[in-house]
């Protein structure tokens, strides 16, 4: 690896199993766009479109299925992890700064992680689950980059060597999946009165729930995505099947790589963002959510906000 063309930086992702196009999904592959390309000429695509996309590039090895990235990282994404690794996945991450990863997951959730040169820094939901595999390796004298590839190799039952990034691969630029929701505080919202905030979160669950469909109609129409099935069942009050919001945000985000897109593409990509926030099975960290990133869509008045969660929870 050290020197081949991705010396420098990128993650090997270890998949077991050998569906390739199922596995170029989960990473959030546009697949219409799929060429077969050696290692070089991906690497020279995966650098040329690098500002607006990644690229994986994969291939079998075994019974398992091998996706490279040329300086990316999508495959130590959890929001990725979570969709491939089923029933395992082994990935191994490094960069120009010495920055490593290294992290197997089993049935979508890490159950062991850590940095190549600090190994003892674990973390997973089985953080030692990998010590009688790991821990007679020279982790403080070798190339961390040859120590993750031999853990890879014990860990899959593979032999790493260049044989891996030989012949053909099966290539595809990538719409990258939304990076996970993380709950806003309610005292991290800022712009609206207290009484509206302290009734966020002292009212009925059933209120909450209508004030979520009325602000997703209200963001929608800011946003000029009504039309969308997605938005649609929001507002009805039905939680779309998990992943589809995500599914929207990724296709609005390709149509804006491919052409110029119109401040309005634009505006509809923000307002898809923050309704992501809807599909929170906690309707005060859904409501937080909104109220925090509402403002980030054009059209959107705090004050109209603000009055409408009044009427909704305050009468």
């Not at 090997?12 to 959030?28: K, S």
Request: aromatic residues 6%; charged residues 25%.
């Amino acid at each position: 690896m050290r020197r081949s063309t991705i010396r420098d930086a990128a993650c090997l992702t270890l998949v077991r199993g050998t569906d390739l196009g199922a596995v170029a999904e989960d990473f959030g592959a546009v697949t219409a766009y799929g060429r077969p390309m050696d290692i070089d000429e991906f690497c020279e695509e995966a650098f040329a479109y690098q500002e607006k996309h990644p690229m994986i590039a994969l291939r079998p090895i075994g019974e398992w299925t091998l996706v490279v990235e040329d300086s990316g990282h999508q495959g130590v994404r959890p929001e990725v992890l979570r969709r491939v690794a089923h029933p395992e996945a082994v990935s191994l991450y490094w960069n120009e700064d010495v920055r490593t990863r290294f992290a197997r997951t089993a049935e979508g959730v890490v159950r062991t992680a850590f940095e190549a040169v600090l190994p003892e820094r674990r973390e997973g939901t089985d953080p030692d689950g990998l010590e009688r595999l790991r821990e007679d390796l020279p982790w403080s004298q070798a190339d961390p980059v040859a120590l993750m590839m031999a853990l890879a190799g014990r860990v899959t039952g593979l032999t790493p060597g260049s044989d891996w990034l030989a012949g053909e691969f099966a290539t595809y630029p990538v719409a990258p999946w939304p990076d996970d929701l993380v709950p806003v505080a309610l005292d991290e919202v800022e712009g609206y009165p207290a009484e509206l905030l302290g009734a966020v979160h002292t009212s009925a669950e059933v209120d909450r729930r209508a004030l979520v469909g009325t602000l997703t109609h209200y963001l929608a129409t800011a946003g000029d995505c009504l039309e969308l099935p997605v938005v649609q069942r929001l507002i009805a009050g039905v939680r779309p099947a998990c992943g589809e919001v995500d599914q929207t945000v990724r296709e609005l985000v390709w149509r804006g790589i491919w052409k110029a897109p119109a401040s309005s593409d634009r505006n509809r990509v923000r307002a898809m963002q923050v309704l992501r926030h809807a599909m929170q099975a906690d309707s005060r960290c859904a409501l937080t959510g909104i109220l925090a990133e509402a403002p980030r869509v054009r059209g959107v008045r705090a004050q109209e906000v603000a009055e409408l969660v009044r009427r909704a929870l305050l009468g």
